[in-house]
């Protein structure tokens, strides 16, 4: 059992936390946390978005000025790589004419290493080479003009040929370079200036005005530079970029440049630390709860500096606004801190009937807000900064036998795992796409995500905690030993310790995080005793930095007497608890090893689907590896959606239900995966995104969602039927009839006659007719729980395509470059069936204040960019995302069209 009131509480290196926001001056993604006020106008911290005023360039041909290659690093050899193009790599074979900007890059970890003795010299010279991409007088008026978020590859083209499935088809490696002028005010003089970079992918290295500043190599983590030392305050300042993303480097399409949110930070001397406070809660109950804050406070200066510092805590309304008064105080403190140099504070309130956070659908995601102020001297002289870390009251408790408890009360996991793209707009993270994403997996039920294999946007944690999901966050999907040539496993030495404690730093006063993954499915689950050594590292490290959460990592091999499992709080399973092909089941032989500890799959199922395409025969099994002609198509290369086929190493939900029902310990499951992604497009490698997902890459349900949705909402009343009943040349076949609900029983009725009343069997989670014989009309499923009517379906076969339906997901909407609406287009026929073999091609047009930003249609073998206007509609239905011309205000109008159809339309309006 892990319970965090009987965790060993060891010193932490720097405390520090996640999210902590400041109010003066504050401009976030979104808006979510939009608290400036006017009486906050004077507090000197300044956090600007740097989201416009950018200029970008693809490569960097000549740029060192005399014919040396500027790389990350150098190794004497690279195993694996005789069929790459390393001249793409950051990482190289050691060569002539080479210049390694590593030196100047690794000090960016020393504020996360935490041996003196072991973090990096800071080099005394800036590089001897001339970059003319960096120098403040180069002239980028012809590159292009950008706004950040950006993934330089998500516009392809597509890479019809060559290997390259697996990162997705786009051309996402290479090297590009990022230009802005910063605007830093001469009444700045004397301030501190920092640089925040959510996540730039990859290898990144930041210059201003000339110098190299440094730089970081991990796309996923989050990180800091500090720019006071070159700033000129009240002149021209210029910022260079470049971003180095090498070739054969990951196993998904991890996207390329400034793909997450860039922030100046401008902030007195004497401040609160990056990440700097720490928020824990325990003694938690519906009467009260204890409340300890930690806080960090810098004196960037040259002279001691006396400070004052207070933090109060008030409650957040839903929409994350303060409502009322301070709830609770913390006791204010008088510290001295020495010039270049940090001092950490520590307070404790009792908070009485607090409001509790908790997962929805059971509870309810209350939060709060602890307001950290600092002044000079003894406070007389004024406040000089102020920051805001949100934060929640939950308790949790993971235990063998009875798995995960939140706030007292059993929690089953029902989770999804998901990679870090937005589908047709890519790894630009936005905050609207992201939320559409988890308004669709709440609305299945789910209540838990797994951020597989890497941090994520720390927005999509700010959602998870305002949403109410559980969060599994892991950093690593590889240790020393590599899963591709060029992945992480090249930096994984020299940077493990400072992205791990980057990374839980950022995160830990996030409610929603309820566990720490440090590796998915590593290669040292082969290593015995040296694998687990790295796990005890890592697991160390961790613990440095939070001692209340429990730790895992993902495993799909490692087996109970194995070295590595022991060292893990929980024990994390991918497909191996279930069994993979032949090899039994592993939840038994783990529990019996390790009562106390809870177990979860991190991943189960990995079935495979394309939306609406449906094939014959189908077999009488639950669960089966796609092959051709039974569950896949080697000419179209799509996979059957009957929902009964899998990975190889994996398997249908209903098996995974079977298993977790006869295990009731265990504590869940994060299914492979919620939505579909770019690249790993298993088993069809010619294709571009994945088939893993129970909904698809435009956002569309595939049968799977209703199959979960049953089971994770069984209150709901439904019935969802599969297949369409649309089968011009199938009349008298046999076409099996399936059925999703959580009912007890269920009769099919096809134009009217029965074809059998069926009541569910024990481990059955879907009713099944699978000796229908296709007759056009009307299919209707009629189900029954506890001998009462529950909920009835039907479905009619389609005439033929006859008009354009236009949906969108919101009326209204903001102006401001974020602001996504997304257009979903349906074909129908003259009766208003939807028509599901439809592929008419689909022209968007937006008028008035919008523009067009992508489209999709969820073929995973669809290689038509997705900025493109025109789209084919797959399975009957298509994509159009659009959003407001930044700054406009008022109509907008979209279109859609189709030689032959008559027409739709959906009007909305931007607001000023």
């Not at 404790?348 to 600092?374: D, F, H, K």
């Not at 073999?837 to 008035?848: E, H, Q, R, T």
Request: aromatic share 10%.
């Amino acid at each position: 059992m892990f319970d965090p009131r009987s965790a060993d509480r060891r010193s932490v290196l720097k405390a520090s936390a996640a999210m902590t926001l400041p109010l003066s001056g504050t401009t976030t993604a979104g808006g979510v946390w939009a608290t400036t006020r006017a009486d906050d106008r004077a507090i000197p911290r300044k956090r600007r978005r740097l989201d416009a005023g950018w200029r970008f360039r693809r490569g960097d041909a000549g740029e060192t000025g005399d014919g040396r290659s500027l790389i990350y690093d150098a190794r004497s050899e690279l195993p694996d790589t005789e069929d790459i193009d390393l001249s793409l790599s950051p990482v190289r074979i050691e060569g002539e004419n080479q210049f390694r900007l590593k030196p100047w890059i690794l000090p960016a970890a020393n504020a996360f290493i935490a041996d003196p003795a072991a973090r990096h010299p800071v080099p005394t010279r800036q590089p001897d080479i001339a970059l003319p991409f960096a120098r403040s007088d180069h002239d980028d008026s012809g590159w292009d003009a950008v706004r950040v978020p950006h993934d330089w590859a998500i516009a392809g083209p597509f890479l019809e040929e060559g290997d390259v499935g697996g990162m997705g088809r786009l051309p996402s490696w290479g090297v590009g370079w990022y230009r802005r002028r910063l605007d830093i005010p001469a009444g700045d003089a004397g301030k501190s200036v920092f640089l925040d970079i959510d996540g730039a992918m990859a290898y990144a290295a930041v210059w201003l005005n000339g110098e190299l500043v440094g730089g970081w190599p991990y796309g996923y983590n989050g990180w800091r530079l500090d720019l006071t030392p070159y700033v000129r305050p009240g002149g021209i300042n210029q910022l260079a970029i470049r971003l180095a993303n090498p070739p054969e480097s990951a196993r998904w399409y991890p996207g390329g440049g400034l793909y997450r949110n860039v922030w100046l930070v401008t902030v007195d001397p004497v401040h609160v630390g990056h990440w700097g406070t720490q928020i824990t809660t325990t003694d938690v109950s519906d009467r009260r709860a204890t409340v300890d804050c930690t806080v960090t406070i810098d004196n960037d200066g040259e002279e001691a500096a006396d400070a004052a510092v207070a933090t109060e805590i008030f409650a957040l309304s839903r929409a994350g606004a303060r409502a009322g008064n301070a709830v609770a105080r913390f006791a204010p403190q008088r510290i001295r801190i020495a010039p270049r140099s940090s001092r950490t504070i520590q307070g404790r309130t009792t908070l009485s009937e607090p409001r509790l956070w908790g997962p929805r659908p059971e509870q309810t995601p209350n939060r709060y807000v602890a307001v950290t102020t600092v002044s000079r001297g003894d406070g007389a002289g004024g406040i000089v900064d102020r920051y805001e870390t949100p934060f929640g009251i939950r308790g949790i408790r993971c235990e063998g036998d009875s798995g995960l408890s939140v706030n007292g009360q059993h929690i089953p996991i029902r989770g999804t795992n998901n990679h870090h793209d937005l589908g047709p707009i890519g790894a630009a993270f936005n905050l609207d796409a992201a939320r559409r994403q988890l308004e669709t997996l709440q609305e299945m039920g789910c209540n838990a995500l797994r951020m597989s294999h890497n941090p994520p946007a720390p927005e999509l944690l700010d959602l998870a905690d305002e949403m109410g999901f559980l969060v599994l966050d892991e950093v690593f999907d590889v240790w020393r030993d590599k899963k591709t040539p060029l992945d992480f496993h090249l930096i994984f030495d020299d940077w493990h310790e400072a992205d791990l404690r980057a990374m839980i730093r950022r995160d830990r006063n996030h409610p929603s995080v309820f566990m720490w993954s440090v590796g998915n499915e590593v290669g040292e689950q082969h290593d015995g005793e040296a694998g687990a050594q790295i796990a005890r590292r890592l697991v160390s490290i961790a613990r440095e930095e939070d001692a209340t959460r429990p730790i895992t990592s993902a495993m799909n091999w490692a087996k109970p007497d194995m070295a590595l499992p022991p060292v893990f709080d929980a024990i994390g399973l991918n497909y191996q608890g279930i069994g993979v092909r032949t090899i039994p089941g592993q939840f038994a032989p783990f529990h019996e090893k390790f009562p106390d500890k809870m177990i979860v799959s991190t991943e189960s199922a990995a079935a495979l689907s394309s939306r609406g395409q449906y094939q014959f025969p189908v077999p009488g099994t639950v669960s089966a590896a796609v092959r051709p002609g039974v569950g896949g198509n080697p000419d179209t290369h799509q996979v059957s959606a009957y929902e009964l086929f899998a990975a190889d190493f994996g398997s249908s939900a209903d098996k995974a239900f079977s298993q977790a029902d006869q295990h009731p310990f265990v504590a869940g499951e994060f299914v492979w995966t919620g939505w579909d992604y770019l690249g790993e497009p298993t088993p069809y490698y010619s294709s571009r995104s994945s088939y893993f997902g129970i909904i698809d890459l435009a956002g569309f349900s595939k049968d799977r969602f209703y199959l979960y949705q049953s089971r994770w909402r069984p209150d709901l009343p439904f019935v969802h039927i599969l297949p369409h009943w649309s089968w011009p040349g199938r009349e008298g076949e046999v076409t099996p009839v399936h059925a999703f609900s959580s009912a007890d029983e269920a009769e099919l009725f096809v134009n009217g006659v029965s074809q059998g009343r069926q009541e569910r069997a024990p481990y059955q989670y879907r009713f099944r007719w699978d000796h229908v014989e296709y007759k056009p009309g009307t299919v209707k499923v009629v189900t029954y729980k506890d001998g009462r009517p529950w909920a009835t379906g039907s479905i009619t076969t389609a005439g033929e395509p006859a008009r354009i339906e236009a949906r969108v997901n919101r009326k209204l909407m903001g102006n401001g470059a974020d602001d996504l609406a997304f257009v979903e287009a349906v074909i129908l026929d003259d009766s208003g069936n939807r028509v599901p073999a439809a592929s008419n091609l689909l022209d968007f047009a937006v008028g008035g204040a919008g523009e067009l930003v992508a489209t999709a249609n969820g073929d995973p073998t669809d290689f038509t960019p997705f900025p493109a206007p025109q789209r084919r509609a797959f399975a009957g239905r298509a994509l159009g995302v659009v959003r407001a011309v930044p700054g406009a205000a008022g109509a907008i109008r979209v279109d859609v069209a189709a030689d032959g159809l008559r027409g739709g339309r959906v009007s909305l309006l931007a607001r000023g």
